[in-house]
């Protein structure tokens, strides 16, 4: 089992930049498709980002043309490039594999236990 470590959060003024970073404890090229995600306070975690393993992206409306989402095979490490934030970005990121991926709509990633989940990365937009 890879565990996976996010990195990279903190606190940025709206219209600013950060980039996230998740590394695994070993190769992650056996996980087809990575994702991030967030929770926000009060709200469920949304899957926010996938890469396949073919270098396809895709992206929920919300962060569309802001966020890229990119992975390094040689690092074991996927990262999320942040631009324009803004301030209902603000949310705890994580990052995990997303089985059996269908579309960044689709509800698969449901079925990851808890346990399999990392500890994410806070993000907070404010002024």
């Known amino acids: 089992q890879v565990r996976l470590q996010e990195s990279g959060g903190g606190l940025v003024q709206p219209g600013g930049s950060l980039r996230l970073s998740c590394t695994g404890s070993?190769?992650?090229?056996?996980?087809?498709?990575m994702g991030w995600y967030r929770q926000a306070p009060g709200k469920k975690r949304e899957l926010i980002a996938a890469?396949?393993?073919?270098?396809?992206?895709d992206y929920k409306d919300s962060v569309e043309g802001r966020f890229t989402i990119s992975r390094d095979y040689a690092r074991n490490t996927v990262y999320l490039q942040m631009n324009d934030l803004k301030l209902e970005d603000t949310a705890v990121y994580y990052c995990?594999?997303?089985?059996?991926?269908?579309?960044?709509?689709?509800?698969?990633?449901?079925?990851?236990?808890?346990?399999?989940w990392g500890q994410g990365t806070q993000v907070t937009v404010s002024s």
């Open positions: 890469i396949l393993r073919g270098g396809r992206t």
């Open positions: 070993g190769s992650i090229a056996s996980l087809t498709t």
């Open positions: 995990n594999a997303v089985p059996s991926y269908s579309s960044i709509s689709g509800s698969s990633w449901h079925m990851i236990p808890d346990e399999y």
